[in-house]
């Protein structure tokens, strides 16, 4: 800090600042000048219209940015990162008792993001409990009482790496403790003339609960039928485990019921332990892809996507295509989709998940490992104790060398392979596994398996291979789970269902010179001992305008489905034509197997929280069918409504569901919910209800207690939460209007927003021996300046409430407390005679 302290008088007497003016004056200083913060101002009390002279405390402006020594809880903000809220304490510095500097702990100093060398670099002061920031030259700190917050502004020589939205790991939160409930319900009711009624629900979730950087979680699935066969139900809790992130390693450790990570291998279910590098703790340009899957429905329908009998996801979707894309980085593997028509038919096709090459950058090892009891559906634990690990590792620039194993008694399983990254020709991998099985009947089983797979984005041609993949085994080549199947049904060596070849394809292609995109997806697999299945679907859309109407659409797609022996095809058209800025018409037209239906839909966006769709349709051979489906975001849950009615047919309705309950110490609140069991934050408003806040979906409105569940973060991604200032109540304000926070996955975040309440009045502060406090003095609720005094005691306050008291401040110290009656007057903003009598603080 420099030592040569620039004096500053205001001397031009012709201007004279009144009272008021100057006090509101006086406060920028403090907030804007940033490059005089150790500049001393002296004021020329001659152009003060004061009466009283002798009575006047400008100790608080008396330097440009100085803050009075003590400790002040505000929220550290590290360039464009934001720290949470914390004590800093403010001390005079050695070489000038007389100024105070903002005191960063080691602590504090842990979180900045520093290099490891630069922080070791760091000397500290004052017994070692400050940091001397000399030691990194061009830091610069800048408290700001105003709006409660520190401003550190670092090099970016000194700070580990870091993206736009993305902070290095001495920045993320663990969150606080606390427990969850995370739900999604489905209920269906459907009348049909022939069969009479039958209703059904379903439903699956998570509790859990964490405790420091721990997530203990469980996982829930329950079931309900009942039509005229009887009546069924199930409440199963199908999964438990924990995990946690071991942030120096950039790896997952979870303990548990679990299911098999494995880029090489096929998944299984066991109970053990593993130790995975998890990608999401990467940079978001060195992270994977999460899966899509999409369709056609056909009616108001029900899409569940389960993988090993576990439910990933479950909802309601409107006639037409779909596409789901909210599911999991972490979901690989096969998965199988069901939609549930609500006239009582369905289809089910299965959906590869198989990712981009597995490739490392140089230097960089990406490992896997595990060891546990295998188990069968239900986590009945069966067959001998199982060691897996695999890896990849970056050899050099483009290269990198993968290979795993699998440990099992009498299985065995073992992978070698290599990447390549191609560079302008894209990225491949190719990799081979040997399996040795020992099975009762048939003696020791021997095979091989071999793999390609490839991706590329060819920027020039608007084209991108997301995914093209190669598989061929022989047939007594044996994965671990139809190893573990062959054991528990005794199928001896048959290896009944073994795969023989698997092809798969996702291409997108983009046309811009006509306004058209398309779509591809190939999935095609050969069996040893069973007939094939493949799916293939393609689509083609395009916008255009047409007159005055703009943004037009057109698609068209088709599907082909082979399972067990049964094909579906599906050719689906729809146009559509939108009318102002939120509705639109919708026709379609869909051909298959079952015949053909036509459809003609209105769809309206009400607002951000609430969306409808009213359609009706004819299909061959039957009645008219009017359907109707209905979208709303709230506080407390998202929903979806669907009814549909066909003459002479059926009539059906459908609800479904996504919310959850969070508690802490600090509070609890009812909220939607994106992932079950995922990254929450919660904001407190101190008290306030009705304020509304937002993430990165519609706005939420705080409760009674003025807490409010934020649902829609990510995991390691520097998230923002703000208050929507232009929908708060006119006696509302907010001091600290946007937070950021980046948080562990599954974490419980939590963030409190500056609010003040209250109405804004003018009044007279009188001492008990009849004088006013001086004029400049602070006034506080809450540690926080509601009003300056001017002359003669008058001062215009904010956030008044009835019964409030307040300190006056001056001299560095409180010095006495006045209280606000508990009836205001009715208009308080005009009412200038208030006297507030101000007594004495007690030392």
Same mark, same amino acid.
């Not at 649902?711 to 304000?733: C, G, H």
């Given at each position: 800090?420099?030592?040569?302290?620039?004096?500053?008088?205001?001397?031009?007497?012709?201007?004279?600042?009144?009272?008021?003016?100057?006090?509101?004056?006086?406060?920028?200083?403090?907030?804007?000048?940033?490059?005089?913060?150790?500049?001393?101002?002296?004021?020329?009390?001659?152009?003060?219209?004061?009466?009283?002279?002798?009575?006047?405390?400008?100790?608080?402006?008396?330097?440009?940015?100085?803050?009075?020594?003590?400790?002040?809880?505000?929220?550290?903000?590290?360039?464009?990162?934001?720290?949470?809220?914390?004590?800093?304490?403010?001390?005079?510095?050695?070489?000038?008792?007389?100024?105070?500097?903002?005191?960063?702990?080691?602590?504090?100093?842990?979180?900045?993001?520093?290099?490891?060398?630069?922080?070791?670099?760091?000397?500290?002061?004052?017994?070692?409990?400050?940091?001397?920031?000399?030691?990194?030259?061009?830091?610069?700190?800048?408290?700001?009482?105003?709006?409660?917050?520190?401003?550190?502004?670092?090099?970016?020589?000194?700070?580990?790496?870091?993206?736009?939205?993305?902070?290095?790991?001495?920045?993320?939160?663990?969150?606080?403790?606390?427990?969850?409930?995370?739900?999604?319900?489905?209920?269906?009711?459907?009348?049909?003339?022939?069969?009479?009624?039958?209703?059904?629900?379903?439903?699956?979730?998570?509790?859990?609960?964490?405790?420091?950087?721990?997530?203990?979680?469980?996982?829930?699935?329950?079931?309900?039928?009942?039509?005229?066969?009887?009546?069924?139900?199930?409440?199963?809790?199908?999964?438990?485990?924990?995990?946690?992130?071991?942030?120096?390693?950039?790896?997952?450790?979870?303990?548990?019921?679990?299911?098999?990570?494995?880029?090489?291998?096929?998944?299984?279910?066991?109970?053990?332990?593993?130790?995975?590098?998890?990608?999401?703790?990467?940079?978001?340009?060195?992270?994977?892809?999460?899966?899509?899957?999409?369709?056609?429905?056909?009616?108001?329908?029900?899409?569940?996507?389960?993988?090993?009998?576990?439910?990933?996801?479950?909802?309601?979707?409107?006639?037409?295509?779909?596409?789901?894309?909210?599911?999991?980085?972490?979901?690989?593997?096969?998965?199988?989709?069901?939609?549930?028509?609500?006239?009582?038919?369905?289809?089910?096709?299965?959906?590869?998940?198989?990712?981009?090459?597995?490739?490392?950058?140089?230097?960089?090892?990406?490992?896997?490992?595990?060891?546990?009891?295998?188990?069968?559906?239900?986590?009945?634990?069966?067959?001998?104790?199982?060691?897996?690990?695999?890896?990849?590792?970056?050899?050099?620039?483009?290269?990198?060398?993968?290979?795993?194993?699998?440990?099992?008694?009498?299985?065995?399983?073992?992978?070698?392979?290599?990447?390549?990254?191609?560079?302008?020709?894209?990225?491949?991998?190719?990799?081979?596994?040997?399996?040795?099985?020992?099975?009762?009947?048939?003696?020791?089983?021997? +095979? @091989? =398996?071999? /793999?390609?797979? !490839? $991706?590329?984005?060819?920027?020039? %041609?608007? #084209?991108?291979?997301?995914?093209?993949? &190669?598989?061929?085994?022989?047939?007594?080549?044996?994965?671990?789970?139809?190893?573990?199947?062959?054991?528990?049904?005794?199928?001896?060596?048959?290896?009944?269902?073994?795969?023989?070849?698997?092809?798969?394809?996702?291409?997108?292609?983009?046309?811009?010179?006509?306004?058209?995109?398309?779509?591809?997806?190939?999935?095609?697999?050969?069996?040893?001992?069973?007939?094939?299945?493949?799916?293939?679907?393609?689509?083609?859309?395009?916008?255009?305008?047409?007159?005055?109407?703009?943004?037009?659409?057109?698609?068209?797609?088709?599907?082909?489905?082979?399972?067990?022996?049964?094909?579906?095809?599906?050719?689906?058209?729809?146009?559509?034509?939108?009318? +102002? @800025? =939120?509705? /639109?018409?919708? !026709? $379609?037209?869909?051909?298959?197997? %079952?015949? #053909?239906?036509?459809?003609?839909?209105? &769809?309206?966006?009400?607002?951000?929280?609430?969306?409808?769709?009213?359609?009706?349709?004819?299909?061959?051979?039957?009645?008219?069918?009017?359907?109707?489906?209905?979208?709303?975001?709230?506080?407390?849950?998202?929903?979806?409504?669907?009814?549909?009615?066909?003459?002479?047919?059926?009539?059906?309705?459908?609800?479904?569901?996504?919310?959850?309950?969070?508690?802490?110490?600090?509070?609890?609140?009812?909220?939607?919910?994106?992932?079950?069991?995922?990254?929450?934050?919660?904001?407190?408003?101190?008290?306030?209800?009705?304020?509304?806040?937002?993430?990165?979906?519609?706005?939420?409105?705080?409760?009674?207690?003025?807490?409010?569940?934020?649902?829609?973060?990510? =995991?390691?991604?520097?998230?923002?939460?703000?208050?929507?200032?232009?929908?708060?109540?006119?006696?509302?304000?907010?001091?600290?209007?946007?937070?950021?926070?980046?948080?562990?996955?599954?974490?419980?975040?939590?963030?409190?927003?500056?609010?003040?309440?209250?109405?804004?009045?003018?009044?007279?502060?009188?001492?008990?021996?009849?004088?006013?406090?001086?004029?400049?003095?602070?006034?506080?609720?809450?540690?926080?300046?509601?009003?300056?005094?001017?002359?003669?005691?008058?001062?215009?306050?904010?956030?008044?409430?009835?019964?409030?008291?307040?300190?006056?401040?001056?001299?560095?110290?409180?010095?006495?407390?006045?209280?606000?009656?508990?009836?205001?007057?009715?208009?308080?903003?005009?009412?200038?005679?208030?006297?507030?009598?101000?007594?004495?603080?007690?030392?």
């Amino acid at each position: 800090m420099s030592e040569n302290k620039t004096q500053r008088t205001i001397t031009d007497k012709r201007t004279r600042l009144t009272p008021l003016a100057l006090a509101i004056f006086l406060t920028l200083p403090a907030a804007g000048l940033h490059s005089v913060w150790a500049q001393k101002v002296e004021f020329n009390l001659d152009n003060l219209d004061v009466s009283d002279r002798d009575n006047i405390d400008l100790t608080q402006f008396s330097r440009a940015g100085f803050i009075m020594p003590g400790q002040y809880d505000l929220v550290v903000h590290v360039n464009k990162s934001e720290l949470p809220e914390m004590p800093i304490n403010f001390l005079p510095p050695d070489n000038d008792p007389k100024d105070s500097v903002a005191c960063l702990t080691p602590e504090i100093m842990m979180q900045l993001g520093l290099k490891p060398n630069s922080l070791a670099n760091v000397s500290y002061w004052h017994s070692g409990e400050c940091a001397d920031l000399i030691s990194l030259p061009g830091t610069l700190v800048r408290g700001d009482l105003a709006g409660s917050a520190l401003y550190i502004s670092v090099p970016q020589a000194y700070l580990e790496y870091n993206a736009p939205d993305w902070d290095p790991p001495s920045r993320w939160d663990e969150g606080i403790p606390g427990v969850l409930f995370d739900y999604n319900v489905n209920l269906n009711y459907t009348d049909a003339k022939r069969d009479e009624d039958s209703t059904s629900g379903s439903g699956n979730g998570i509790a859990g609960a964490n405790i420091g950087p721990w997530r203990v979680r469980a996982d829930w699935q329950a079931h309900y039928s009942r039509n005229p066969r009887g009546t069924t139900q199930q409440m199963s809790w199908s999964q438990y485990y924990a995990y946690r992130a071991i942030k120096a390693w950039r790896a997952k450790l979870m303990v548990g019921q679990n299911y098999l990570a494995t880029d090489l291998f096929e998944s299984v279910r066991y109970i053990g332990v593993s130790l995975t590098s998890d990608d999401s703790q990467l940079p978001p340009n060195l992270r994977g892809y999460a899966p899509e899957v999409s369709g056609v429905a056909r009616t108001n329908a029900k899409v569940t996507i389960s993988q090993l009998g576990r439910v990933l996801y479950e909802s309601q979707v409107a006639p037409g295509p779909f596409l789901i894309q909210d599911l999991s980085e972490a979901v690989s593997g096969t998965l199988d989709v069901k939609v549930e028509e609500q006239d009582g038919s369905s289809q089910q096709f299965q959906v590869d998940t198989a990712s981009i090459p597995y490739l490392s950058r140089p230097g960089q090892v990406r490992y896997k490992v595990s060891a546990g009891q295998p188990a069968d559906q239900q986590f009945h634990p069966h067959g001998t104790l199982m060691h897996t690990g695999e890896f990849s590792w970056g050899i050099s620039n483009g290269w990198s060398l993968l290979g795993g194993g699998v440990a099992a008694g009498k299985y065995n399983a073992l992978s070698v392979g290599v990447g390549r990254d191609l560079l302008a020709l894209g990225a491949i991998s190719f990799s081979a596994t040997q399996s040795r099985a020992e099975l009762p009947r048939s003696g020791k089983q021997i +095979g @091989s =398996s071999y /793999s390609v797979s !490839y $991706s590329k984005r060819f920027e020039e %041609y608007d #084209t991108q291979v997301t995914f093209a993949g &190669y598989r061929f085994s022989q047939r007594n080549f044996m994965s671990m789970s139809s190893y573990l199947d062959a054991l528990l049904n005794d199928e001896g060596g048959n290896n009944r269902g073994s795969s023989k070849q698997t092809y798969s394809l996702t291409l997108n292609k983009q046309f811009r010179s006509l306004g058209l995109s398309a779509f591809l997806n190939y999935n095609y697999q050969t069996y040893w001992n069973r007939p094939a299945t493949s799916r293939w679907n393609m689509s083609l859309a395009r916008y255009f305008d047409l007159g005055n109407i703009k943004n037009m659409s057109v698609n068209l797609s088709a599907y082909r489905t082979q399972l067990r022996g049964k094909t579906d095809d599906s050719l689906y058209l729809s146009l559509n034509v939108p009318f +102002g @800025s =939120s509705s /639109s018409i919708n !026709y $379609s037209a869909q051909n298959g197997d %079952y015949g #053909t239906t036509q459809n003609v839909g209105w &769809y309206d966006r009400v607002d951000e929280r609430n969306n409808y769709q009213v359609s009706t349709s004819t299909s061959s051979g039957t009645s008219p069918t009017f359907s109707g489906f209905y979208s709303h975001t709230g506080n407390y849950m998202q929903s979806n409504t669907s009814a549909s009615y066909q003459s002479g047919g059926y009539r059906s309705a459908g609800f479904s569901a996504q919310g959850g309950v969070t508690a802490t110490a600090q509070g609890a609140a009812l909220h939607r919910t994106n992932f079950a069991g995922g990254t929450r934050l919660m904001v407190d408003t101190e008290g306030v209800s009705g304020v509304p806040v937002q993430g990165n979906g519609a706005v939420t409105y705080t409760n009674m207690f003025g807490k409010a569940l934020i649902a829609d973060v990510n =995991s390691y991604y520097r998230n923002q939460a703000s208050i929507d200032i232009n929908k708060l109540a006119d006696n509302v304000e907010a001091e600290r209007p946007i937070t950021q926070v980046t948080l562990t996955e599954g974490a419980i975040g939590y963030r409190t927003f500056g609010v003040i309440t209250g109405q804004k009045l003018m009044a007279v502060i009188r001492r008990a021996d009849g004088s006013f406090p001086p004029f400049g003095a602070s006034v506080l609720s809450k540690g926080r300046e509601t009003g300056i005094v001017n002359d003669n005691g008058n001062v215009w306050l904010s956030g008044v409430n009835p019964g409030t008291k307040m300190d006056v401040k001056w001299s560095g110290k409180t010095q006495c407390t006045i209280s606000l009656p508990n009836v205001l007057p009715e208009d308080a903003m005009g009412e200038t005679n208030l006297l507030l009598p101000c007594i004495d603080s007690v030392e």
